[in-house]
C-alpha cells in the first residue's frame, strides 16, 4: 500500500511539473492492472513490467531522443497464441496511453478518439500479417508529415514486431493497402521484419 501511494504521489508530481493533468480514480483509462509493478517515467532507463504484449509509446517532448524512438507500456492478452497477443498489442496502441501513462510523458497519435479503430488482424503460417484500421485520419492530426509518419509507423512497427512469429506487415485503412499508404504519401507495400 505504500508503494502504491508512493507511486501516485510521484505521478502527481511529475503531471503538476509537466503541465499534464492527473489520472481521474477509477476512470476507464486507469493502468491495465492494479497488481503491476509501476511503469517508470518514458525515457527512463527502467525496465517494463513484465506483460503479455506492449504498446509501444514515443516520450512527449523529449529532446534527448529521436522523437521515434519507442518505449513499451505492458497491455494484458487473452491467450497466449500469436495472433491473440498480436491483437491485444494493437487494441491496446490505438487506444492510445492512459491518463496515468500521459502523466509518465508516454505520447501517441492514437487517443481515446482511435480506440476500438481495430477492424481487423490476421495472421498466415509464414508470418504476413494483415492489420486493418478504420478511418483513423481525422483523428491523426501531423501523423502524415515527415517527422509525423515516422513516429506513427514506429509506433505501429515496434507494436507488431514484438510478436516473433510475425514476419512481415501489411497496413490498411478499411480494407485498403492503398488508402493507407497514400494518407502517409506512399505506395501500398508489405513492411518486411526489420
Not at 15 to 21: E, F, T
Not at 23 to 30: H, I, K, R
Not at 46 to 74: L, Q, R, S
Not at 113 to 140: C, H, K, Y
Request: charge should be negative; proline fraction near 9%; charged fraction near 15%.
Amino acid at each position: 500500500m505504500k508503494r502504491l501511494l508512493a507511486v501516485i504521489a510521484g505521478s502527481l508530481a511529475l503531471s503538476a511539473c509537466a503541465g499534464v493533468p492527473s489520472p481521474t480514480p477509477g476512470s476507464a483509462s486507469e493502468p491495465v492492472s492494479a497488481t503491476a509493478p509501476a511503469l517508470a517515467a518514458c525515457g527512463d532507463e527502467a525496465p517494463a513490467p513484465d506483460a503479455p504484449v506492449y504498446a509501444f509509446f514515443t516520450c512527449a517532448a523529449d529532446d534527448a531522443v529521436p522523437p521515434w524512438e519507442t518505449y513499451p507500456v505492458p497491455r494484458t492478452a487473452q491467450a497466449a497464441d500469436a495472433l491473440s497477443r498480436l491483437e491485444a498489442a494493437l487494441t491496446g496502441l490505438v487506444a492510445g496511453p492512459t491518463d496515468a501513462e500521459a502523466a509518465l510523458g508516454y505520447t501517441s497519435f492514437f487517443s481515446a478518439q482511435t480506440a476500438g479503430s481495430l477492424n481487423r488482424v490476421e495472421l498466415d503460417p509464414n508470418g504476413l500479417a494483415i492489420v486493418d484500421l478504420g478511418d483513423i485520419r481525422p483523428f491523426m492530426g501531423n501523423a502524415s508529415t515527415s517527422t509525423g509518419m515516422e513516429v506513427f509507423l514506429s509506433q505501429l512497427n515496434a507494436t507488431v514486431f514484438q510478436v516473433e512469429e510475425v514476419t512481415a506487415v501489411e497496413y490498411r485503412i478499411d480494407g485498403s493497402c492503398q488508402t493507407f499508404w497514400e494518407w502517409l504519401q506512399s505506395m501500398c507495400h508489405v513492411v518486411p521484419r526489420p
